[in-house]
């Protein structure tokens, strides 16, 4: 996602900015929302305050802040980047017994070190679903049973993907029938992307954040997208009509974020086991749903009744699912430059 990228909380932001200081011997580089100290409060407890935080928009800003030498602790990332900056050399392993739940955290969610040698760069903290979301007022469930909807002419100039080339990519490669984006051949990218040119003229837009997608929606100008899982409480909890299929014949796919540790940061490298503690805690998981994230600590997860993840989109389900684990630089930075020559229309 770049998470997703990710979301209401994490609505794309144009300028990055610094929050009031805090903590002033841990700076978190992050997305806008995640500031929440309710997502980290046994660290507010253990220290009085919460972190200071840095904000940035997308992922490529916040990395190629740092490469110019902005310096933080902690940088919150999604998993489809993590090689790109393991292999930058900014980031350094994590010290996984010094993390109270790691061994809670979700082993779907974790999948192959990077780096060599076992080393933990990425630290999984927060997920989401993505997945078909339709207005069930207009569009009959089966016309939402296979992702190939995105081909439907009927409903040509009111879709929308993600502008996000993680998201495109997870839906194309499960349309073509990929649901191991790492492994997936020369051929099984230029079928995704082929399939991606093929739905481009349809779609009457490409959104950037949540809250553009709800008023798409909302207006009825959109009536099938893309979306992340939070899109289904916040529509619901204003009235909206709004439906959300996960489980498409192809199926859909899950989104995760999570923290990092930079090589040059300056602050307290204790407090920055403090924080990740912090977020993977039981006490995060409720804060993290309301907000429409999932939460990596599997155990907590288990706790929560089946109908409130089913009414956040987090729900168990039957069909294929791609988990956007880290892939090869190499292959990233190709789906981004085809992404953005499909957008202009190549």
């Not at 900015?17 to 903590?23: F, K, L, N, R, V």
């Not at 972190?51 to 999604?78: L, M, N, Y």
């Not at 439907?152 to 993680?166: E, F, H, I, K, S």
């Amino acid at each position: 996602m770049t998470t997703k990228t990710l979301l209401g909380a994490v609505s794309i932001c144009a300028i990055a900015t610094t929050a009031i200081a805090q903590d002033a011997d841990l700076l978190v580089f992050d997305y806008p929302g995640f500031e929440e100290p309710s997502f980290h409060e046994t660290y507010v407890s253990a220290n009085g305050a919460s972190p200071t935080f840095s904000f940035f928009g997308d992922e490529e800003e916040a990395f190629q802040k740092i490469r110019a030498g902005f310096e933080a602790d902690v940088t919150h990332i999604c998993a489809g980047s993590v090689t790109k900056w393991t292999e930058s050399g900014i980031i350094e392993p994590w010290d996984v017994s010094r993390i109270s739940e790691y061994a809670n955290i979700d082993r779907n969610l974790t999948g192959q070190s990077v780096g060599g040698d076992g080393d933990v760069f990425f630290v999984p903290t927060d997920f989401g679903a993505t997945a078909v979301a339709y207005n069930p007022d207009e569009v009959p469930a089966e016309d939402v049973a296979s992702l190939n909807v995105f081909k439907n002419p009927a409903y040509a100039g009111r879709m929308t993907l993600p502008d996000n080339v993680d998201d495109a990519y997870a839906l194309a490669y499960l349309a073509t029938g990929v649901t191991d984006w790492a492994a997936a051949t020369d051929e099984q990218f230029e079928a995704a992307s082929n399939w991606l040119r093929e739905v481009h003229p349809n779609l009457r837009t490409y959104w950037t954040d949540p809250a553009e997608l709800a008023q798409l929606m909302s207006t009825g100008e959109i009536l099938v997208s893309w979306a992340w899982n939070e899109t289904l409480p916040t529509m619901m909890e204003e009235g909206r009509s709004i439906a959300y299929q996960r489980e498409a014949t192809e199926g859909s796919s899950l989104w995760l974020c999570g923290y990092v540790n930079m090589t040059d940061g300056q602050g307290s490298e204790d407090k920055a086991y403090d924080y990740i503690n912090a977020i993977l805690d039981s006490s995060a998981t409720v804060p993290l749903l309301d907000s429409g994230f999932g939460h990596a600590n599997a155990a907590a997860m288990a706790t929560i009744p089946a109908e409130d993840l089913d009414a956040v989109g987090l729900g168990v389900i039957d069909a294929p699912v791609l988990a956007q684990l880290p892939m090869s630089n190499e292959r990233r930075e190709q789906q981004a430059e085809t992404f953005e020559m499909i957008k202009a229309g190549f």
